[in-house]
Nanobody
Framework: QVQLVESGGGLVQAGGSLRLSCAAS????????MGWFRQAPGKEREFVAA????????YYADSVKGRFTISRDNAKNTVYLQMNSLNPEDTAVYYC?????????????????WGQGTQVTVSS
């Protein structure tokens, strides 16, 4: 079993930055891929970014490319999402997810484990 715990959400002004963390525990993750998703009220869950644990290959949604950076610290079993140049459209609950395969994907149904989510609110 895998447990994922997000942290780092909060309220920030437009143009500001936040860094989200996702602490993973319960299993080894060398063969895993990890992703960040977000869900705004009344909208479907949306892919943000993904990364492989082993070599750190990354994949981004077009809407965040150039503003967000996903990274991982293997020693700490933690995945990060650095978010810069935030705008009100980035307001959502952000979820960390893990899948038991290395191939990166943007589809929520392809992920096996989910965290509880952390709220990010960007004021204008």
């Amino acid at each position: 079993q895998v447990q994922l715990v997000e942290s780092g959400g909060g309220l920030v002004q437009a143009g500001g930055s936040l860094r989200l963390s996702c602490a993973a525990s319960g299993r080894t993750f060398s063969s895993y891929a990890m992703g960040w998703f977000r869900q705004a009220p009344g909208k479907e869950r949306e892919f943000v970014a993904a990364i492989t644990w082993s070599v750190g290959i990354t994949y981004y949604a077009d809407s965040v490319k150039g503003r967000f950076t996903i990274s991982r610290d293997n020693a700490k079993n933690t995945v990060y999402l650095q978010m810069n140049s935030l705008n009100p459209e980035d307001t959502a609950v952000y979820y960390c997810a893990g899948r038991q395969r290395v191939r990166l994907t943007s589809l929520p149904r392809e992920y096996d484990y989910w965290g509880q989510g952390t709220q990010v609110t960007v004021s204008s």
